[in-house]
């Protein structure tokens, strides 16, 4: 198997597992998929989702929004059912760093970190690869990645890389418990 990694990001507390790919190969839709199965096994779960463009998690009208825009740089909404943290950032060039966005989570109440994206920085990640997109293989160029989930078998990716079935997510969620090392003895992940 490929190293993990020997990036900063191996500093944080909790296992970390992200999913690499080119748009359209499916990322959101996979995770949409684990979630409920890692749920089974009783893990409290933070994703990190990288966004290429601006977007909005109030929408005008509402009272945060329009704080906001009156000239709020940080904007905490909090109810009985869920806190959200609007943070407005400086620069609107950068793109947002991986460590940076660990610094906002509280590594206390998180047992397992699922990363959407963020495929250019070094942190282990599960390569998801659709050979029909005509797109390049990461695993190529990339050592952190620590597995490649394909709808297709593939015959040149690296002989110690863990090939897995894209189609199966309870397949995936076996592979991340064991590379996290949770407690799989607890759960046996189910599909459907």
């Known amino acids: 198997m490929h190293a993990a ?3 900063p990001l191996d500093t944080f507390p909790v296992p970390m597992v992200g999913f690499a790919a080119f748009s359209g ?3 959101t839709t996979l995770l949409l998929q684990l979630l409920p199965l890692l749920k089974q096994a009783g893990l409290r779960i933070t994703v ?3 966004a290429h463009h ?3 998690m109030d929408y005008p009208g509402k009272d945060s929004h329009r704080l906001r825009s009156a000239g709020a740089d940080e904007m905490l909404v909090a109810g009985r059912c ?3 943290l609007i943070r407005e950032c400086r620069d609107n060039d950068a793109e947002p760093r991986l460590a940076d966005m660990l610094d906002l989570l509280d590594p206390a109440r998180i047992d397992l970190l699922l990363v959407e994206g963020f495929k250019a920085e070094r942190f282990p990640k599960i390569e998801l690869h659709r050979p029909s997109l005509g797109r390049p293989l990461l695993c190529r160029t990339d050592d952190s990645i620590i597995a490649v989930a394909s709808d297709e078998a593939l015959a040149d990716i690296p002989a110690d890389l863990p090939e897995l079935p894209l189609n199966d997510p309870a397949r995936i969620a076996d592979f991340i418990l064991t590379f996290a090392g949770l407690a799989r003895e607890q759960v046996t992940v189910q599909s459907g």
Do not use: E, N, Y
């Open 82 to 84: 869920r806190v959200g």
């Open 54 to 56: 601006a977007f909005d």
């Open 48 to 50: 990190v989702k990288h």
């Open 5 to 7: 990694t020997d990036s």
């Open 25 to 27: 190969t499916g990322k």
